[in-house]
């Protein structure tokens, strides 16, 4: 069992800054493919970023692309999200993800673990 914990969400003005956190419970962190997916009122979950276990490959969305930058530290068993010059278009619950592969995993469906879920909220 994997348990994602995120946490950085708030509110912010259009251009502002958040970075979100997820701390994993696994002995095993550095095997996991992780990701950031978000979710607004009425609509599906969207894929964000994507970082293999090795931190060597990331992914991102067009929508985020030059934006957000996804990291992670093994030794923390955490993975990051940095949002710069955030848009009210990116307002959603952002949830992290897992799943143990080498594989770099860009649809949101693909992964086995979530988290609960930080509100990000941005302001026009």
């Known amino acids: 069992q994997v348990q994602l914990v995120e946490s950085g969400g708030g509110l912010v003005q259009a251009g502002g800054s958040l970075r979100l956190s997820c701390a994993a419970s696994?002995?095993?962190?550095?095997?996991?493919?992780m990701g950031w997916v978000r979710q607004a009122p009425g609509k599906e979950r969207e894929f964000v970023a994507a970082?293999?276990?090795?931190?060597?490959?990331?992914a991102y969305a067009d929508s985020v692309k030059g934006r957000f930058t996804i990291s992670r530290d093994n030794a923390k068993n955490t993975v990051y999200l940095q949002m710069n010059s955030l848009k009210p278009e990116d307002t959603a619950v952002y949830y992290c993800a897992a799943r143990w592969t080498i594989r770099l995993i860009t649809t949101s469906r693909e992964y086995d673990y979530w988290g609960q879920g930080t509100q990000v909220t941005v302001s026009s």
């Open positions: 696994t002995l095993t962190f550095s095997s996991y493919t």
């Open positions: 970082i293999r276990s090795s931190g060597g490959s990331t």
